[in-house]
Structure formats: structure tokens, C-alpha cells
């Protein structure tokens, strides 16, 4: 299985960045996915997930309204929309699947290599 994420960068606070995660190796469509965040020294810190469809999605609320995550089932590609960044959202970003959901990283089997986002204020 692999997880590949990509799409971050440096951004001005306010401004709105899109990460992507490619999977492969996986059945995607039955694989509910997410998105957490890291800063050195701080757990890791749910911000998403949608179901294997990709119907529901789920935000925490430091996120929700801002960012929108989408499932493209036929891409294998899951989205993250991040829009209106604030400094506090910085930190390396990191797609995850598993066939169970949850807001805890020990739900998800399969993990990418993380993505740095940086929001300057």
C-alpha cells in the first residue's frame, strides 16, 4: 500500500492550498480515508476523514468551514480543500486509510509520508 501526499507549500495566512493523496495498492473503495496534522513535539491531530464512499465527511473543529475533503473514487485520489489558512495551521499534513473510522491515528492501518504545510501570518 502506498500513500503518497503532495500539494504542500508556504502560504500567506488567508490564502489556500490543496493537498492530494494518491493511493495505490489498496481497494479504494473500501478504505475510509483522513487527513491529521503534526507539529514537532504535539500529537498527532485529527482533521478529517470521509467514509469509503466518500459520502460523509467528517471535520474536526478547528477546520470545519474552511477545509472541504473529497474522495475521487475513480482517481483513487483523496482531496483536502484548505481554504482561509491560519498560522495555526501549520504542520506536516498526513493521509491515512483504514477500513475502520475514527478521529484517532490508531484507527488507520496505512499511512503517507506527510506533506509540510506553512502558513506565514
Known amino acids: 500500500v502506498q500513500l503518497i501526499e503532495s500539494g504542500g507549500g508556504l502560504v500567506q495566512a488567508g490564502g489556500s492550498l490543496r493537498l492530494t493523496c494518491a493511493a495505490s495498492?489498496?481497494?479504494?473503495?473500501?478504505?475510509?480515508m483522513a487527513w491529521f496534522r503534526q507539529i514537532p513535539g504535539k500529537e498527532r491531530e485529527f482533521v478529517a476523514f470521509v467514509n469509503y464512499l466518500g459520502t460523509v465527511p467528517i471535520y474536526s473543529d478547528s477546520v470545519k468551514g474552511r477545509f472541504t475533503l473529497t474522495k475521487n473514487l475513480p482517481e483513487n485520489t483523496l482531496y483536502l480543500q484548505m481554504n482561509n489558512l491560519k498560522p495555526e495551521d501549520t504542520a506536516v499534513y498526513y493521509c491515512a486509510a483504514s477500513q475502520f473510522m475514527g478521529r484517532r491515528p490508531e484507527n488507520y492501518n496505512y499511512w503517507g509520508q506527510g506533506t509540510q504545510v506553512t502558513v506565514s501570518s
Open positions: 495498492g489498496l481497494t479504494f473503495s473500501r478504505n475510509n
